[in-house]
Every structure is written in structure tokens, then in C-alpha cells.
């Protein structure tokens, strides 16, 4: 998130969104798990990880965005976007974009930059698959109580910014049953905060996604919630964000049928037929 060329310097209260129905959280247990370790547990949420990351891959659904820039209690300027994950008749994944009207972000001193739409796409969402574990420092800090779920809790953070990479830094909560992530908060690094003459600021805010379990198996993000201010060098600005994931669906099945142990083909000649050879 960056400032819009017409900011102006106000300062305001962060508020809490009013109505919004928290998951009740029981207090942080700082004692050592019992019969398994910190190490095991990391090693066994990333495996499912990557196993979610895959399968979230062949599901369609549809995403919406609200950012709010807000002075007090009024919104004075604010951008949104829904838009549906498909996959085209090839089978490659796409968005169509349903509903995108003007912004107004820069009435409230903001506009959206590249790292905001990477950030909504990828960091939001954020998963940390057995293949990104090397990029991490994770610190095993206790056991928490996330409404029916009892939960292992780890700080995470990465061990070093890579070029132009984006990362994401704070606290994520593992379900002791699944090995999943069920709860993110934190925020994505680097912000860009140099302010030297013909240099923007990036600034981005600290978030919670909760997941919820779909198709009876993977944990999947259903809801991400930012209430935050970004000091500016050039005033204090008060951000809401609400992101939805709503209506997931499997994209087909992918499935092998094989005759005498071979792949019969879409058009269920048998191998080895004349039909099926190269002309």
C-alpha cells in the first residue's frame, strides 16, 4: 500500500470492526507437547501443507476484496473486486473478474500498489509448504484453544529477504488432529519505508486469515481481516481490509483407467489400437 499524491496528514484512532464474531481463544499454554516434538510437528504441518497447496489448486472459487481507508469512523475512500478462480476449457487456471467498480482509495490518501494485489493472491492465503521450510526460522511457543480445536502454536519469520521476494512474519496455529493451518496473523515483509526524494513508501498491514475445513479434509482460507494503521512519514492512515473465499468446488477428477496395465486413452480405445496411432 502506498500513499496517493494527494494525502492528507491526519491522524487517526485504529477501531475494532464491530460485529464481527471472533473464534474464542483460551490461554497460551507455553508448556512442551506432549508425546511428539516441535521439530516432528513442523515437519508433519508442512507435509500437509504441501499436500493443501496441491489440492487447493483444483478448486474453484470465488474471492472478493474490500480496502478502506478510513478517518475515524467514515470511510473516505475504498476499492473492491470480486473475481472467480476457473479453469478454461484447456484446463488452465484463470480469474474472471465480476464486479470492479471505480476506486475511490485515493480520496482516503492510498492506492493500491503491485505487493497489495501479490499479497491478496498469495500472502493472505499464506501456506508454508515442506519446500519453503529452509526460508524460516520457526519457534515453537505453546498450545492455545481456537474455539473446538486445540492448537499448536509457532512464530514464524524468515531467515533472510531475498531480492524482491515477499514473505510473510507472525504467529500461525496448527490443529493438533489434522496438522494443518487453521489461523494466520501477522503481516507481509519487506514494508518499503525509505522515504528519500523520488522514492515511494510501501507500507502493508498486519492480518488474521481463518481457515475452515472443506470437503471433510483440507483446511481451507475462508476469511482474512486487517485493521491496522501505517505510519507514513507523511501522517498516520487507518486501513480496513475484509477478504472472502467463498463456494469452493473441485474442478473435475483426475482418474487413470487402465486395461492389461496400461492407460486407455480419453477416447476409451484400447492401447495398441490403429485409432490411437500417430498418422
Same mark, same amino acid.
Given at each position: ?7 492528507? %496528514? ?47 489448486? *483444483? ?16 470511510? @473516505?475512500?475504498?476499492? *473492491? ?12 487456471? %484463470?480469474? =474472471?473478474?465480476?464486479?470492479?467498480? *471505480? ?18 493472491? =498469495? ?69 518499503? @519505508? ?9 507500507? $502493508? ?53 487402465? $486395461? ?5 486413452? =480419453?477416447?476409451? *480405445?484400447?492401447?495398441? =489400437? ?6
Amino acid at each position: 500500500m502506498k500513499v496517493a499524491k494527494s494525502l492528507s %496528514t491526519t491522524l487517526v484512532a485504529l477501531l475494532l470492526l464491530s460485529g464481527f464474531a471472533i473464534a474464542q481463544e483460551g490461554p497460551l499454554d507455553t508448556g512442551q507437547p506432549a508425546g511428539i516434538t516441535p521439530q516432528e510437528i513442523i515437519q508433519r504441518f508442512a507435509a500437509k501443507e504441501k499436500e493443501f497447496k496441491e489440492a487447493r489448486d *483444483q478448486y474453484t472459487y470465488r474471492q472478493s476484496v474490500k480496502v478502506e481507508a478510513l478517518d475515524g469512523d467514515t470511510v @473516505n475512500g475504498e476499492y *473492491q473486486q470480486v473475481f472467480d478462480v476457473l479453469f478454461d476449457d484447456q484446463g488452465k487456471r %484463470t480469474e =474472471n473478474v465480476v464486479f470492479a467498480p *471505480q476506486s475511490t482509495l485515493s480520496n482516503g490518501g492510498l492506492e493500491m500498489d503491485e505487493g497489495d494485489f501479490e499479497d491478496i493472491r =498469495n500472502r493472505l492465503p499464506f501456506v508454508l509448504t515442506s519446500d519453503e521450510l529452509p526460508e524460516y526460522d520457526i519457534l515453537y511457543v505453546g498450545q492455545q484453544q481456537e474455539d473446538e480445536l486445540h492448537c499448536y502454536v509457532f512464530d514464524i519469520a524468515p531467515k533472510q529477504i531475498v531480492g524482491k521476494k515477499r514473505y510473510f512474519q507472525g504467529r500461525i496455529w496448527v490443529d493438533d488432529h489434522d496438522f494443518q493451518i487453521v489461523k494466520t496473523f501477522g503481516k507481509t515483509v519487506p514494508d518499503i @519505508n525509505v522515504h528519500k526524494k523520488g522514492k515511494e513508501e510501501h507500507l $502493508y498491514p498486519k492480518f488474521t486469515t481463518w481457515r475452515q475445513q472443506i470437503d471433510g479434509k483440507y483446511w481451507f482460507p475462508t476469511y482474512t481481516r486487517a485493521d491496522d494503521i501505517l505510519h507514513f512519514s507523511t501522517g498516520d492512515i487507518h486501513i480496513r481490509e475484509i477478504v472472502k473465499y467463498e463456494d469452493y468446488k473441485r474442478f473435475g477428477a483426475k482418474s487413470r483407467i487402465t $486395461y492389461e496395465g496400461k492407460e486407455v486413452p =480419453n477416447d476409451g *480405445q484400447k492401447p495398441g =489400437n490403429s485409432q490411437d496411432k500417430p498418422k
